[in-house]
């Protein structure tokens, strides 16, 4: 039922729109910060809007587990629960159940998973994360999808990209809330056919706006804007388009580029709380002695709370020292610089001068390099259920 | 330098007035949020100012340490450093160097000891404290002293009663800083004539405000009150009186009946951050299940920002899930409470029914029981070196 305008010419690439929902307008492209258990980490809500995000994502797994769907549903919804009034996007738990939770058994009825808090047994439907999705009321849902693992065999790929074909019907077909725009997933692996026979499936099934998941699940980045350039070609183009899971900055802009709409990324809070934060030259490890002393703000011209109010110094003395605060200014610095990079981004759609925006961003940031970021991302997945990150 | 006015007659117990310091005035009687790391765990320095504190406390043990005072000189001082600007108190180090370091000789000439955080070796002087302190620039600096422990020996009382007299007159002669305001602190364990000799030797060297500490050291309540009594007769009328440590809400209804000006103390925040959250009744429990699907606030009719956007059930969550949200809206609401608290009794001194609040205020509310308090104590006291608490 959302609708979407576009404001650049159909066909464009970069584009620039607005997202319709009971919750307010989304200017696009938007990212939408993690409030993973209903809280975008560290920050109120009223700190997650004064950084200009408009839309946050919500994980339907963590919250069907704790606090429980029905606790959410019976306090007025997730927008009242957690005292966001502004659009949310939940997603199917899938993506959870394949990435945290142990014991999964597969068919194409559904998945039977275990917990990661207490290891107590669940069975996820389409129909159940659908229904749980309605019961949480955000503004925009997602079909349930498989993600094949990177470097899985062929035909777990295929396997994958008919179930999500079948899943995505039946979500269609259990999903009752007219109010909820609800989103279809194409997948498909690294494999240019099967993306292009997941988006033929799932755009034929009619959705609200398309995601592409499987993407930035670790293969190395080329491989990432190859597989996004063949499967967008098969998405509409009069519909919102998300990139699901991408959130650095560099991957950002190149995304943009290649007409991406949405986006959502644990990424710069998690930096953030690991006191590796964002400037225009890169990242930054705020802990490094050379921030000692240092009078200056994390970036000089930032507009971030942070940055106004705080020498480095003192966000590395917070850091050492582990005070709750560092991991709140860290985030609002890494929010704002995301959430300026976006708003940057489509002003410059809108005045075409979006090529010299890249190319001069890119220019200036040195991304972490793929080695380093694909060990750093194995670190967090196996730190992740023990959880020394704040 | 600070000054102070009694608003009320002199020799009126309870008291309010006001303290006079280069960062403003301070009505008393005051609490003093505690800022141990140059920061009131989870809050900014606006929601500090917000929930009605007027002045906070920061520990030279600390911040000498990490970051070191030199950085904070070099960063235009305390106030600057942590971005608030209005009255700091520091205390002198001493009391952590006795609670919190490990290997402590001590002379009358200083105490040698190891720091908490890298086993490093430093030696602590009456002058240094004060040198430290003028360095870090607060509005009122402490002058060290030697807190016997509750159940030593009695010699052991007699020896640090002298040396803190001994000492406070070396901080005096090396205070140099006319803008800042310098505290004798009396001592004298639980004896009577310890406490008599301790106040008279204090105040013969004439501060500008009396600290009493060595209370609230483990002993039974009772106890507390009677040596109090015992000891604020020899403390001048004219200068403001400080009661170190103390900061649960029963303990300070107590304290400002008796003529006490000044509190500081971490347990409000620290009780937060465990999820015990103050309300008329007592402390509850956030944790326990009777609030998974409360749609109330923690206590109706709280001004606070938690209790005004937030149901019980979702603090719960907060708190189950270990969101850093929690321990930042337990915080607000338990230093709020104890701030609405102080205000309280200051309208009430001012109105003359002081008598009628108190006894309206401790009928209400159900004090933890001396023994569980104890026992919280030494179990918060052995855990804090590997603190699990954030």
């Not at 910060?33 to 994502?57: C, F, H, M, R, Y």
């Not at 560092?326 to 002003?347: C, P, T, V």
Request: charged share 20%; with cysteine.
């Amino acid at each position: 039922m959302e609708s979407f305008s576009l404001v650049t010419p159909i066909g464009a690439r970069p584009r620039a729109g607005v997202l319709h929902t009971p919750h307010g307008d989304v200017p696009t492209p938007a990212f939408m910060p993690v409030a993973t258990q209903a809280s975008v980490k560290s920050l109120s809500p009223e700190e997650v809007k004064s950084l200009g995000a408009q839309i946050v994502l919500s994980n339907t797994y963590h919250l069907y587990l704790r606090p429980g769907v029905d606790v959410i549903r019976k306090l007025g919804g997730l927008h009242n629960f957690m005292g966001w009034q502004g659009p949310i996007l939940t997603d199917s738990g899938g993506f959870q159940v394949f990435s945290l939770a142990s014991l999964r058994q597969i068919s194409d009825d559904g998945v039977l998973f275990r917990s990661h808090i207490d290891g107590s047994e669940h069975y996820l439907t389409p129909e159940l994360s659908i229904q749980l999705q309605e019961a949480l009321g955000a503004d925009i849902i997602m079909a349930l999808d498989e993600c094949p693992p990177y470097n899985g065999h062929a035909s777990e790929a295929q396997e994958a990209t008919a179930r999500t074909a079948l899943w995505a019907a039946r979500c269609k077909a259990a999903h009752r809330r007219e109010d909820q725009a609800l989103f279809g997933i194409v997948q498909g692996g690294f494999s240019h056919e099967l993306r292009r026979q997941s988006a033929e499936a799932i755009v034929a099934l009619g959705f609200d706006g398309y995601a592409i998941g499987g993407l930035s699940v670790g293969e190395p980045k080329a491989l990432t804007w190859e597989v996004l350039e063949r499967t967008e070609q098969h998405v509409p183009k009069e519909r919102p388009r998300y990139l699901m899971g991408v959130g650095s900055p560099e991957d950002l802009v190149q995304a943009v580029a290649m007409g991406m709409d949405l986006f959502d990324c644990a990424l710069p809070t998690r930096l953030a709380r690991n006191g590796a934060l964002f400037t225009h030259q890169g990242r930054v490890n705020i802990l490094n002695a050379r921030f000692t002393e240092s009078a200056g703000p994390i970036e000089a011209g930032c507009d971030c709370y942070a940055c106004g109010r705080y020498s480095s110094a003192y966000l590395h003395h917070l850091f050492k020292a582990r005070e709750l605060l560092a991991y709140r200014l860290g985030s609002i610095h890494n929010l704002r610089f995301i959430m300026r990079l976006m708003e940057g981004m489509r002003k410059a759609i809108l005045e075409g001068t979006f090529e010299g925006f890249k190319g001069s961003f890119l220019r200036d940031y040195q991304p972490t390099d793929d080695e380093v970021r694909v060990a750093q991302k194995e670190k967090w997945v196996k730190r992740r259920a023990g959880s020394s990150v704040p």
